[in-house]
């Protein structure tokens, strides 16, 4: 009567065993896929994924020195002006890297990418 039961617990014990080291199958699939990659490759890839998030920043960039250079200047209500263009300027940024987040999810999960959690027996 309690051999089925210590059967049942060491079968569970096995499977525990089993699916607390698939992680280590991922990692070495996971590594097979890694490429070494220049900083330069690196920014290509990224604006090629996602163009407007870049260009965001360096349209902040470009608003953010434009209002620092008034300020130096002393055009205190042209600073003022372009200091509220940079802050919109963030908010594109913010919006087109979130924006590229969610094309980025949608497109992986319609190719598949996200693989599905083992079974539980």
Known sequence: M???????????????????????QIRQKM???????TFVGKFKRKFSENPLVPAGAFLTLGV???????FRQGKSHMSQVMMRWRIAAQGF????????????????????????PPAVK
């Open 64 to 70: 953010l020195s434009y209002g620092l250079w008034n």
């Open 93 to 116: 940024t913010v919006f087109a890297l979130v924006g590229g987040m969610f094309v980025a999810a949608n497109s992986a999960t319609k190719q598949g990418v996200f693989m599905e």
């Open 2 to 24: 309690g051999k089925p039961a210590e059967e049942t617990a060491a079968k569970k014990s096995d499977e525990n065993y089993t699916s607390e080291f698939d992680w280590i």
């Open 31 to 37: 590594e097979e896929n890694i490429q070494d990659e």
